[in-house]
């Protein structure tokens, strides 16, 4: 069992920057992928981004502008998000999957963030 708690949301002037953070329960956190999803009020859940060892992906509207990051030392990931636009906003969510690279499935989730931009 995984419990995630993200931290680091907020409002910030278009433009701007925010780093997310989620932090694990476990000794495992290392052989977990995680990911970063949101979810804009009336739209569905979308992922962000997401990041195993080295491997990491993104969703084509925030590639250059975000970056996934993970300590395993401190069973920590990160979402540094920059260049913030008011279609960023949304709760974000970290999340944990079992599965290997790319994973289909994910099987924890935190509690989530609000991350509101205004214009």
């Known amino acids: 069992q995984v419990q995630l708690v993200e931290s680091g949301g907020g409002l910030v002037q278009a433009g701007g920057s925010l780093r997310l953070s989620c932090a694990a329960s476990?000794?495992?956190?290392?052989?977990?992928?995680m990911g970063w999803f949101r979810q804009a009020p009336g739209k569905e859940r979308e992922v962000v981004a997401a990041?195993?060892?080295?491997?990491?992906v993104y969703a084509n509207s925030v590639k250059g502008r975000f970056t996934i990051s993970r300590d395993n030392a401190k069973n920590t990931v990160y979402l540094q998000m920059n260049s913030l636009k008011p279609e960023d906003t949304a709760v974000y969510y970290c999340?944990?999957?079992?599965?290997?690279?790319?994973?289909?499935?994910?099987?924890?989730w935190g509690q989530g963030t609000q991350v509101t931009v205004s214009s």
């Open positions: 990041v195993e060892w080295t491997s990491t």
């Open positions: 476990g000794r495992t956190f290392s052989s977990y992928t």
């Open positions: 999340a944990a999957s079992r599965m290997s690279w790319p994973p289909t499935e994910y099987h924890y």
